[in-house]
Every structure is written in C-alpha cells, then in structure tokens.
C-alpha cells in the first residue's frame, strides 16, 4: 500500500470529484445536524474505525466520500480499496471540504453515508429463552447508543423501541453506539399497546425497570422469554405498561443519589437477564 495504491485507486473512472456547494455536500451536513428526513434511515460514519464495523456488516452504502490529501496509513488506503468497490456512489474531495464535513482535529478522510436496516418482527427467530429490551421514550442519542452497545455485549436478540424520542440516525447515537447500531434488530411500534399484545402473543414474562419496586434485580430468575422495559430519562415508564401484568424490578441505591443514568442501569440488569438464561 501506500501513495501508489492511492493514485491507482484515484484513477478509477467512478470517482468524481465535487466541491463545497454540491448537493451530496448539503445532503451530508443535513444528515450530521439531523435536518434531513428520518424515513430513509440514513447515517453518516466517519474514520478508519467505523469503516472497518461497516466491512463486516450487511449495510448498505449509499455514498462514499474520501479525501486523499487525509489518507496516510496503508489500514485507510485499505479501505479506501474495499468501498471503492462497493455498490454506491464514490465521490472525492479536497482537504478543506472534507475539514467541513469532519467532527475530528485529523480526520481519516473517510466518510460514508449508509442506510440503517429495517427490521420486521415477523423475521425474528425467537429462541425459547429470547431477551428483548424496549426502549420506551428514551430522549438522549448516547444513551441509547450505550444501550445498544451493552445490548450487543450480552447477546439481546432484539431492540423494540415505543414513543420514540430521538433519531436512530443521530451521529452521537451511532458513534457511541460502537457499531451495535449496525447489527442489533431494531424495530419501532406503533404504539405501547401494539408492543404489548406482541410480547403477550409470544408468551414473554415484562420487567419493568421502576425505582418504587420493592424487589431487586438481582431476585427474579428470568426464566422462559424475558422482556425488560426501561423508560425515559426525565419520566419513566408511560403508564401504559402498569395496565398489564409485568414484574417491577430495582436496582439497590447506597449512596446519597436515588437513581443511576439510564444507560448505566440498563447495562446492570440487562446483563443480569442474559446471564441467568
């Protein structure tokens, strides 16, 4: 690898080059402010570490943006490589266009515009002893990337989300996500109700991750299919979910603070769910 490789790459004839004021440029800032349409689900992942996630995964690419003045290392060059060989669109540009996109002092000169997948519940494979966890209203991107990232850790089949309150596609989601957004099935209801009647159809016992309970995370044995609801930063979980039978479960607090972030709490009982199965 190295600056031979890169021109050679740079003499292929689906690289086009564009400027500052080309429409991709405004698509891609609209994407990383959130001002663009979230019906597409499209996402913006920039650098050497979130192209190397998107290798491995089924994602789709819609455009590829590299600035060769940026790249340095044969690992970017690499890669430069691979999604120039990709079904999508290619385009170059200079340092200065690229600096304006790129939320890093030394960007990698790697950028790429891809599409979350849809998923429906009707796909899933569910294991006899699946865990899901429903996001229910949850405001903050990374918290939910947090989420997303534990979830991929202990192995959750599924992500269900209700009341949707962010973007799936914010960038500060899809960065401290670590890739997880690019492989956990996530599917949105259209109501609390439609979640519900689902995890009843299929026979999942719900746990509701709520302060007031009087038992521990720590004393249920999460047996058969387990669904764990956790709820919104400022409210909780909607009221919707205290009409039907579920478990409420807490987490012991020592300390002068009545309750953990709930990135932080998800983590702990999560983890606890997937271990006892």
Not at 94 to 100: A, D, H, N
Not at 236 to 260: A, F, H, N, R
């Amino acid at each position: 690898m190295g600056n031979l490789d890169m021109k050679r790459i740079m003499e292929k004839t689906n690289i086009k080059w564009i400027g500052a004021k080309n429409d991709k440029i405004t698509e891609i800032k609209r994407l990383i402010k959130g001002n663009y349409p979230d019906s597409e689900r499209l996402f913006v992942a920039e650098g050497i570490w979130a192209h190397q996630r998107l290798v491995n995964t089924q994602i789709e690419i819609k455009s590829f943006i590299l600035c060769p003045e940026c790249i340095y290392s044969d690992e970017a060059t690499q890669l430069v490589k691979t999604f120039t060989e990709k079904d999508a669109d290619v385009y170059a540009v200079s340092r200065s266009v690229f600096e304006r996109l790129s939320e890093r002092d030394k960007p990698d000169g790697l950028l790429s515009v891809g599409m979350i997948p849809f998923y429906k519940k009707e796909d899933l494979e569910l294991k006899d002893d699946a865990v899901i966890l429903i996001l229910d209203g949850l405001e903050n991107p990374g918290n939910i990337g947090t989420i997303l990232r534990t979830c991929d850790g202990a192995g959750v089949d599924a992500i269900f989300i209700c009341n949707r309150r962010a973007r799936m596609t914010n960038p500060k989601l899809i960065k401290s996500s670590m890739g997880a957004v690019f492989v956990i099935p996530i599917i949105e209801f259209s109501s609390t109700a439609a979640c519900i009647s689902w995890l009843k159809k299929y026979h999942f016992n719900i746990y509701l991750a709520d302060t007031r309970s009087t038992k521990t995370f720590k004393e249920f044995e999460y047996k058969g299919r387990s669904a764990l609801v956790v709820g919104s930063e400022k409210y909780g979980v909607s009221d919707k979910w205290y009409s039907t039978e579920t478990q409420k479960l807490v987490i012991p607090m020592l300390g002068v603070c009545d309750s953990l972030n709930v990135g932080t709490a998800t983590s702990i009982c999560i983890y606890e769910i997937c271990m006892k199965r």
